[in-house]
């Protein structure tokens, strides 16, 4: 059978890019930033992202596309042996991921409820942090919200790549984008706004440490959607006249501006209203509220911000789910929608832990973390470095001679920098990793 491609080069970068821009960059980067130094994190994790993550992303779409397989055929048909076992660690990754993924997508689906609610007056505000508590501790509410977070992504991925996945990206990419702006432009008229931009972009690099350059590398794979099989999979469609560098550019700007701009709508707001910019995971649901309740219009803006949240983890988590599904597809000849179907219940199911860890398993602890956080750490500090390393070794040596014919198309779109990128994939970026899950291991 034919295998799928991306209607359009616009399609592919809007899928890409939808599965780059993320809770990673709306809930995680902000907070990272807040408690990471502001401007020095911004500069170093700007720095892992140009350098390391490029090339690895370039490395993974070009897997993809020279292979046109899920990534267990992709790294057994372009390096063989003992290298498929980094096919199935990326197929792995993803179902763990998109289990606590989808928990906390269900929770920003949560929120847009409560903000609606909130527009009618049918609620009123109460303490955020308690309402939050609620929310996430409670047995069933949240696995309600879980499993309709899920079902969406099953809906879309059911549709398949041009229809379904390609379709929603082209449409929500831009919603989002729109929606992005319209709220900087609120946070950046706030009175007091200037104090939060200096927090995110002045650099203090007194706060430069190793834990803090491993928290930058660990975000810049989980924000790029690196380190796992979900560019490979989408290179898989990608066509073969389509230059692949310049495809990565774009999904990488657009990741890191969506970054930059989530941090700028949230640390302005944060400083107007005089909180705390270091609040951690609860900034986006906790401290955000009760800034938009002391904002005029602050329901809507709040649904506004909450819709984009969605959006945001709806375009991520359906490409983690493709990635398993194309898989069952590819290798075990199982049809689209028994996939889809089969991946996003059993993933699903992973996910109700994780969803009880944050109220009544909250005791049960394994290694001294809940579930959810277990999962968290094994996936950030463990699988996706490791993910990554296995591409850029694969690209830079096993199969370099066919992979540099992919990243210039065989030979018509030359790439000024081949060498540099070679030398990144064989050497600098897997000693970087290496040191950085060493460190990781270490501060944790
Ligand atoms: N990049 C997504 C985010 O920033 C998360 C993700 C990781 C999605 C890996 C797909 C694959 O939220």
């Known amino acids: 059978m034919q295998r799928e491609h991306w209607g359009s080069r616009f399609g ?22 807040g408690s990471e130094g502001g401007g020095a994190f911004l500069i170093i994790y700007l ?18 596309r ?29 179902f763990v991921i998109l289990s606590f993924y989808s928990v906390v997508g269900g929770w920003t689906i949560a929120y847009i409820v409560k903000s609606v609610q909130l527009m009618a007056g049918t609620v009123s505000e109460a303490g955020h942090a308690d309402q939050f508590g609620q929310l996430v501790s409670s047995p069933a509410e949240p696995i309600v919200y879980h499993a309709i977070f899920m079902g969406l992504t099953m809906l879309i991925v059911l549709k398949g790549i041009t229809g379904g996945i390609e379709q ?40 430069v440490n190793g834990s803090m350059i491993s928290a930058a590398l660990g975000q810049a794979f989980f924000s790029l959607s690196l380190g796992m099989g979900a560019l490979i999979t989408y290179g898989s469609y990608v066509n073969p006249d389509a230059n ?53 219009a602050g329901a809507f803006f709040q649904t506004i911000f909450f819709v984009m949240l969605t959006i945001a983890a709806i375009t991520s988590s359906i490409s983690l789910l493709n990635i398993p599904v194309a898989w069952l597809c590819d290798e075990k000849g199982m049809s689209r929608s028994t996939a889809t ?48 390393i296995g591409s850029c070794l694969v ?50």
Not at 13 to 28: C, E, H, Q, T, Y
Not at 180 to 192: E, I, S, Y
Not at 265 to 282: K, L
């Open 12 to 33: 592919f970068i809007m899928a890409a890019a939808g599965s780059a821009v993320g809770l990673g960059n709306i809930w995680k980067f902000p907070y990272l930033a």
């Open 47 to 64: 720095a892992m992202v140009a350098t390391i993550g490029f090339s690895a992303m370039i490395a993974e779409i070009s897997i993809g």
């Open 66 to 94: 020279h292979a046109q397989l899920d990534p267990i055929g992709a790294f057994r048909k372009t390096a063989g042996g003992g290298w498929t076992l980094f096919g199935v660690l990326a197929i792995l990754t993803p």
């Open 168 to 207: 929603a990206s082209k449409v929500l990419m831009p919603v989002l984008f729109v929606l992005l702006l319209v709220l900087v432009g609120r946070a950046l008229t706030l009175p007091g706004a200037m104090k939060g931009v200096e927090f995110l972009l002045a650099p203090d690099f007194s706060k």
């Open 244 to 296: 692949i560098r310049s495809s990565a550019g774009w999904i990488l700007s657009l990741d890191t501006l969506v970054a930059v701009l989530a941090g700028l709508i949230i640390m302005p707001a944060v400083f107007a209203f005089g909180m705390d910019p270091g609040a951690g995971p609860g900034l986006t649901f906790i401290t955000l509220p009760a800034v938009f309740e002391a904002m005029p």
């Open 341 to 388: 179907i089969a991946v996003g219940v059993v993933t699903f199911a992973l996910g109700v832990p994780s969803s009880l860890a944050m109220g009544v398993w909250g005791d049960v602890h394994f290694f001294g973390m809940n579930f959810f956080d277990l999962l968290s750490y094994l996936t950030d500090t463990y699988a996706l470095p490791l993910g990554g």
């Open 395 to 444: 690209a830079g040596w096993v199969a370099y001679d066919k992979m540099s014919l992919e990243v210039t198309n065989n030979g018509s779109a030359p790439f000024a920098l081949l060498t540099v990128w070679k030398w990144i994939c064989r050497v600098v970026a897997p000693l970087a990793i290496l040191w950085i899950m060493a460190n990781m291991t270490i501060w944790a």
